[in-house]
């Protein structure tokens, strides 16, 4: 049995139906406190598998999909069920990219539940390089979505995904130069697996339905929510990274964030350089090896 088919059988995936739309998340651990994963754009709930094999020794890991959700209150509402019936109590929550986006928003309004923030790879709706790179682009696409086969779509996304992400980086001489052997095998066995299966209308559809809830949510926001509280978030980003800079919104939404620069690895780091940023990760949250 490959790596992929033990993980797949000890992480089945749970439903749960929130007004009408029926979640889907992967719940795994014994502990009260739980880790909140928030997949990136273009994932899923597999798609943190090191992340979830990691520190599902430790707490309570909980993967989500956005899959169905068209609004961040029924999202949230799905979210916080999931806890309850999980008997979880305190959070940590970890975003990447557009997970991290959704991330902040949650925490906005559940701060009390939650010990800690992890950022990786994110930014806020109200930067430039997001406006110029993220959201005007996928407004341009979503107009077009309705006219699209989803199979040429897929192939669009195939071909120039990486390119987006990293820029002129040579993807593959990164993963010889920073990550052990092991680590491309398994990723490259859940590529293909699964491939862009999850890339569909559906998907499509709570991708910008969401971030567009985003948009209109930050603009209310201002920097005194996290004021006293951002010691407890860690913002994890590189300085080559094509698509999510913030431009100097985090430090007036979270001044007193721990921040930790990466280089040379694009949007791909976590994982392109797991181990590295898990240590980091593990420093932020005081873990013992």
Not at 154 to 180: I, T
Not at 258 to 279: A, D
Request: with cysteine; hydrophobic share 40%; net charge positive.
């Amino acid at each position: 049995m490959t790596f992929i088919d033990e993980f797949i059988n000890k992480h089945p995936v749970k439903s749960l139906t929130i007004n009408n739309v029926v979640g889907k998340y992967i719940s795994c651990g014994k502990s009260e406190t739980g880790l909140i994963i928030f997949p990136g754009g273009g994932q899923d709930m597999y798609s943190s598998y090191d992340l979830i094999d990691v520190y599902e020794k430790k707490y309570k890991v909980i993967s989500l999909s956005i899959a169905g959700f068209s609004d961040l209150k029924t999202f949230f509402t799905f979210i916080n069920k999931i806890l309850e019936i999980e008997k979880v109590n305190k959070i940590i929550v970890y975003g990447l990219s557009l997970g991290g986006f959704i991330a902040q928003h949650y925490v906005r309004v559940n701060k009390k539940r939650v010990i800690k923030l992890i950022l990786v790879h994110t930014a806020s709706t109200k930067s430039k390089t997001v406006i110029k790179k993220v959201i005007i682009p996928g407004k341009i696409a979503y107009f077009f979505l309705p006219i699209i086969p989803l199979t040429l779509l897929r192939f669009l996304v195939r071909k120039n995904a990486g390119k987006a992400q990293v820029g002129d980086l040579d993807v593959p001489s990164l993963w010889k130069k920073y990550s052990p052997k092991i680590n491309l095998e398994r990723r490259m066995e859940f590529i293909n697996r699964f491939g862009l299966d999850f890339l569909n209308r559906e998907y499509l559809n709570s991708f910008y339905r969401l971030g567009t809830n985003m948009e209109r949510e930050e603009k209310t926001w201002n920097g005194n929510v996290f004021s006293g509280w951002s010691k407890n978030i860690l913002i994890i980003k590189t300085s080559d990274d094509p698509l999510a800079q913030d431009d100097g919104m985090f430090k007036k939404y979270y001044p007193g964030a721990k921040v930790y620069i990466f280089h040379g690895t694009g949007h791909l780091t976590p994982f392109i350089q797991f181990e590295k940023m898990k240590k980091v990760i593990d420093d932020f949250l005081d873990l013992k090896n």
